[in-house]
């Protein structure tokens, strides 16, 4: 059974950093794209970047580039959204995605259509 548990979020200023994990679970990680999502109270869930260990992609939403950085622990199976420089426009619940990374890429690393499993979610509050 696949597996994902977000952790890591919490309320922050803005300019603050926050760092959170994705823990995966079975399934073959290194076939696997992993991306991060956010849903804003009122929004559109929306890609925020998505990391593919099996042909080294790695993809940032125009928003978060040079702010955000994820990268990933083959080791633990567990992937980590660094995020600097927050902004109270970043505030929401943030979520990690998993599914085959061939598939991931035919559908769009950002659409979250090209997931078939989520976590439940933590949440991100930037303060002004």
């Known amino acids: 059974e696949v597996q994902l548990v977000e952790s890591g979020g919490g309320l922050v200023q803005a300019g603050g950093s926050l760092r959170l994990s994705c823990a995966a679970s079975?399934?073959?990680?290194?076939?696997?794209?992993i991306g991060w999502f956010r849903q804003a109270p009122g929004k559109e869930r929306e890609g925020v970047s998505c990391?593919?260990?099996?042909?080294?992609?790695?993809y940032y939403a125009d928003s978060v580039k040079g702010r955000f950085t994820i990268s990933s622990d083959n080791a633990k199976k567990t992937v980590y959204l660094q995020m600097n420089s927050l902004k109270p426009e970043d505030t929401g619940v943030y979520y990690c995605?998993?599914?085959?990374?061939?598939?991931?890429?035919?559908?769009?690393?950002?659409?979250?259509?090209?997931?078939?499993?989520w976590g439940q979610g933590t949440q991100v509050t930037v303060s002004s």
């Open positions: 079975g399934f073959t990680f290194d076939d696997y794209a």
């Open positions: 990391i593919s260990n099996a042909d080294s992609k790695i």
């Open positions: 995605a998993a599914d085959r990374s061939w598939f991931v890429w035919i559908t769009g690393w950002g659409k979250d259509d090209g997931y078939d499993h």
